[in-house]
């Protein structure tokens, strides 16, 4: 297994996304908000694989909070895997936390770390709604942390 499989073993979801040079600030590193972007698309890539979009039914995902830690910077040119997964421990009867990784493929290391929380919501009344049994048995599915 190489080393970037390591970092994120146990992760339900992995994604890589190609670094763009506009994605850099003035302080010429990834800007802060493009990680939340790439944790959104670690959340729609879980999503998509789970068929939780709320595009078959009104039931579907909706973001409640997220939180990310800074661990190295990133530059141009990079590519980015995010892995994803459903923190231990967190679910409840409307809702779960996602746990995301940021791994460098050029520095072979995590380079952030973040939540989402994530609360199960009818689109067609505007109220959160109990998590669906089905999803329940896929989160169930996941890989041993």
């Known amino acids: 297994m190489d080393t970037l499989s390591e970092l994120h073993k146990g992760y339900s979801s992995v994604i890589d996304i190609t670094v763009a040079w506009g994605e850099m600030d003035a302080a010429q590193h990834l800007n802060n908000v493009v990680y939340i972007r790439y944790m959104e698309?670690?959340?729609?890539?879980?999503?998509?694989?789970?068929?939780?979009?709320?595009?078959?039914?009104?039931?579907?995902?909706?973001?409640?909070?997220?939180?990310?830690?800074?661990?190295?910077?990133?530059?141009?040119?990079?590519?980015?895997?995010?892995?994803?997964?459903?923190?231990?421990?967190s679910i409840h009867e409307y809702g779960f936390e996602l746990q995301h990784l940021m791994i460098s493929h050029q520095k072979q290391r995590i380079v952030a770390e973040g939540y989402?929380?994530?609360?199960?919501?009818?689109?067609?009344?505007?109220?959160?709604?109990?998590?669906?049994?089905?999803?329940?048995?896929?989160?169930?599915?996941?890989?041993?942390?």
């Open 41 to 89: 698309s670690g959340r729609v890539a879980l999503f998509s694989e789970w068929d939780f979009m709320g595009f078959d039914s009104s039931i579907g995902p909706i973001l409640s909070e997220v939180r990310c830690w800074y661990k190295a910077p990133v530059t141009f040119p990079d590519t980015i895997r995010v892995a994803t997964r459903v923190a231990h421990g």
């Open 116 to 145: 989402s929380g994530v609360v199960s919501y009818d689109y067609a009344t505007l109220r959160k709604a109990p998590l669906p049994e089905w999803l329940i048995q896929k989160i169930n599915e996941q890989p041993e942390q």
